[in-house]
């Protein structure tokens, strides 16, 4: 018999305060979609603790504990983890599934990104949900369906096939369809994602383990920080670029702008100089 994890039972409480909701607390559509924004607009994508030389724990309640209590957000496995145990708290079935990150490539890269396949109550098929893509991802749940394009914001998203394989594409502005990544349906469980977790947080060449990564994110706008570089992209179609002095601007910005409670005495190391190889999102 396969050893089975102690039971995580989410603070719903806290959860929803952290993100600004207050919803029908029901395995609907609406809840679902609803859910989803306030995720990804309430708690940004961030790589602190892996650029200060650690590896996120994937334990349910070490996930509550800092993305909830401690104000801080994470990447993919942390966001997507946490938010498949609040929805299936809610009454949601969640399949978690693995993608391989694309970003216009045509290279075969590894397993590195956790989405969710969610079926709601009622509805004939499930919905596509990742409130944890740090390049651009979802704001909403897309529908398990090839085609349909889905407006969110100044963006567009839809899935296609092919072959044997689902793609996320987007589209923003009068740019053509991207596709941004791969996945198949196949359940994974947790174990999959502590092995990825590893890689990307340790591997020589991951660039989460060099460069801070942060987002957010947001209908209307959408704030990136990269090392000391901050780009803002609004739905008008502009774009804004402001290089940061110091370790001291990039930490106000993170706190004021970004909502992290990061300690004042944080000091980013300084990034090596090396080939980029951007494997992961």
């Given at each position: 018999m396969r050893r089975q994890r102690h039971q995580h039972?989410?603070?719903?409480?806290?959860?929803?305060?952290?993100?600004?909701?207050?919803?029908?607390?029901?395995?609907?559509?609406?809840?679902?979609?609803?859910?989803?924004l306030a995720h990804v607009v309430g708690i940004p994508f961030e790589n602190v603790e892996v650029v200060m030389g650690g590896v996120p724990s994937l334990e349910p309640a070490d996930l509550e504990d800092k993305l909830v209590r401690q104000g801080r957000g994470g990447y993919c496995f942390e966001h997507n983890l946490l938010f498949a145990g609040v929805l299936e708290a809610l009454g949601f079935e969640v399949t978690r599934l693995a993608a391989r990150v694309r970003m216009g490539s045509d290279a075969v890269r590894p397993l590195t990104h956790i989405l969710l396949a969610v079926e709601v109550p009622g509805e004939?098929?499930?919905?596509?949900?990742?409130?944890?893509?740090?390049?651009?991802?979802?704001?909403?749940?897309?529908?398990?369906?090839?085609?349909?394009?889905s407006p969110q914001g100044?963006?567009?998203?839809?899935?296609?096939?092919?072959?044997?394989?689902?793609?996320?594409?987007?589209?923003?502005?009068?740019?053509?369809?991207?596709?941004?990544?791969e996945f198949t349906l196949q359940r994974r469980e947790l174990v999959d994602y502590e092995v990825a977790n590893w890689y990307v947080a340790t591997h020589p060449g991951s660039p989460f383990r060099h460069t801070l990564r942060v987002q957010r994110s947001g209908p209307h706008e959408r704030a990136y920080v990269v090392d000391r570089l901050l780009t803002v992209v609004r739905s008008d179609g502009s774009t804004e670029e402001r290089r940061l002095a110091d370790d001291h601007e990039v930490l106000r910005l993170l706190v004021r702008d970004f909502g992290l409670l990061l300690p004042w005495d944080t000091a980013f190391p300084e990034p090596p100089e090396r080939p980029e190889r951007p494997e992961e999102n």
């Open positions: 039972h989410p603070d719903l409480d806290a959860y929803f305060a952290r993100i600004g909701w207050s919803g029908e607390r029901a395995p609907t559509w609406a809840t679902l979609r609803s859910l989803h004939a098929h499930p919905y596509i949900a990742d409130v944890g893509f740090g390049s651009g991802g979802l704001l909403e749940p897309l529908p398990l369906l090839p085609g349909v394009s100044a963006w567009r998203y839809r899935l296609v096939r092919e072959h044997d394989l689902w793609l996320l594409q987007t589209v923003y502005g009068d740019d053509g369809w991207f596709t941004v990544y």
